[in-house]
């Protein structure tokens, strides 16, 4: 059997959905815009199998109807949020194959109350599809979900394998280095991929994947045991110190008003 085959495919401002190949056989994960994901499947001449949904929101599978009317294809999603036109709807710990892949199914409120993650542990390297959830250097805003289901979101993906390659919804990176370095100035492992980041960017690159391992090494909101994000989370919200639920909401409020 060939190898799985990840390629982003740019949509909107900074999305990116992903697209996964194995043979001629293909599947889309968030298809916000149908047009990048079809103009893919006719230039390489592939069947599109499966269809894959981690939330809700419009930039995410917005494109999705348009694709089940042009292809055969089974369509996953959270069982728990107003997705129209799914086939199978997913919970914890539900596991499906795709494209003789096996993916397991994790549940991550927080962004929204349904999310979900879509994890695929027997790839090498692993790897996730996390949505709005997890970004590179930052998390999802709270737009339904409290700062602790983010919190137990985030514990949950920081549980996977070091070497997890982290497959999130947009090109957050640079500006959420940004942020994070006014967070920990003086954490080198972020000022080397902040360096590493911006060259990406400049030759028109992306920078995902990411991983867990470097997640934890450089992204506050997976660092709020850590002293110096919590000094620098109490000195913008008296008391936010002392507990990582705290900790981390005093930084989801400060990264929402950084500019």
Same mark, same amino acid.
């Given at each position: 059997m060939s190898d799985l085959?990840?390629?982003?495919?740019?949509? #909107?401002? $900074?999305?990116?959905?992903? *697209?996964?190949? /194995? =043979? $001629? @056989?293909?599947?889309?994960? $968030?298809? +916000?815009?149908? @047009?990048?994901v079809i103009r893919a499947l006719e230039q390489q001449q592939l069947r599109l199998a499966a269809i894959l949904a981690t939330h809700?929101?419009? $930039?995410?599978?917005? &494109?999705?109807?348009?694709l089940k009317q042009r292809y055969p294809a089974t369509a996953y999603g959270p069982a728990h949020e107003n997705v129209a036109q799914l086939d199978h709807r997913l919970a914890a710990g539900d596991k499906i194959d795709v494209l003789g892949t096996r993916f397991e199914v994790i549940d991550m409120p +927080?962004?929204?109350? =349904?999310?979900?993650? #879509?994890? !695929? &542990? =027997? *790839?090498?390297?692993?790897a996730v599809f996390c949505g709005d959830t997890l970004f590179a250097c930052g998390c999802g805003r709270l737009f339904e979900g409290t700062p602790e289901q983010m919190l137990a979101s985030l514990d949950k993906l920081a549980e996977l394998p070091a070497a997890t390659r982290v497959y999130c919804g947009h090109e957050y990176t640079v500006a959420n280095i940004r942020f994070a370095l006014e967070v920990e100035p003086n954490n080198r492992e972020l000022q080397t991929r902040a360096a590493i980041a911006t060259a990406l960017r400049k030759r028109g690159e992306p920078t995902l994947p990411s991983t867990i391992g470097? @997640? *934890?090494?450089?992204?506050p909101f997976m660092r709020c045991e850590v002293?110096?994000? /919590?000094? !620098?989370?109490? &000195?913008?919200?008296? +008391?936010? &110190? #002392?507990a990582r639920v705290s900790t981390f909401a005093a930084i989801r409020r400060w990264k929402d008003g950084f500019s």
């Open positions: 085959i990840i390629t982003p495919l740019p949509a #909107f401002k $900074d999305n990116y959905m992903w *697209l996964l190949t /194995r =043979g $001629d @056989e293909a599947a889309i994960v $968030d298809p +916000g815009d149908a @047009e990048p809700h929101h419009a $930039d995410h599978v917005g &494109g999705l109807v348009a +927080g962004h929204t109350a =349904g999310h979900i993650a #879509f994890y !695929a &542990g =027997g *790839l090498k390297p692993p470097l @997640e *934890l090494a450089t992204n002293p110096s994000v /919590r000094a !620098a989370a109490s &000195g913008i919200s008296q +008391g936010a &110190g #002392f």
